[in-house]
């Protein structure tokens, strides 16, 4: 087995996670208990489609969990206050300008499982992600993307 990374989370982020692993461990698991007993109750299991459906939609579930159950062992929850503003950290909100065209965006940084572009929220293994962490104000990140290399400079860092 690898060794588990760490990650940090908000305190809204943790908690979303144990919500989703107490609704997968006290609502979805017993269901799938009673789907396998409804299906092995119609008899034959050789020929019960049902039935294997019914485990395999288990063994998912299962996996979920034990995944969920590693991922919040792993977990860290970020001390805000302990954050340092002169770079570009997880949880930093950073205004970042397009070196080609002056176009301006922020972005806040946050775990991958947080990350949400709609909300401006880009997680710290993303290509920009990666890019910025550990920049100053004033920095260029070149960053990678699909169609080449990009050069942003950037322009604040606060905390959201």
Same mark, same amino acid.
């Given at each position: ?37 409804? *299906?092995?109750?119609?008899? /034959? +299991? ?12 288990? =063994? $998912? !579930? ?48 946050? *775990?991958?499982?947080?990350? /949400? +572009? ?12 990666? =890019? $910025? !962490? ?27």
């Amino acid at each position: 087995m690898t060794m588990a990374k760490v990650a940090y989370y908000t305190k809204e982020g943790l908690q979303k996670l144990k919500d989703e692993l107490n609704q997968l461990k006290d609502v979805e698991r017993p269901k799938a208990s009673q789907a396998i007993a409804d *299906a092995r109750d119609k008899g /034959d +299991l050789s020929e019960n489609a049902e039935y294997d459906a019914a485990k395999e939609a288990q =063994g $998912l !579930l299962e996996m979920r969990i034990s995944k969920l159950e590693e991922t919040l062992a792993n977990a860290r929850i970020i001390d805000e206050s302990q954050l340092d503003n002169s770079k570009v950290l997880v949880l930093s909100t950073v205004t970042i300008k397009n070196k080609v065209n002056g176009q301006e965006m922020t972005y806040t940084l946050v *775990a991958e499982s947080e990350a /949400d +572009l709609k909300t401006g929220k880009i997680s710290v293994n993303s290509p920009i992600g990666k =890019g $910025l !962490l550990g920049k100053a104000v004033g920095d260029t990140a070149e960053i990678q993307v699909p169609s080449g290399k990009i050069e942003f400079e950037v322009v604040k860092i606060t905390r959201s």
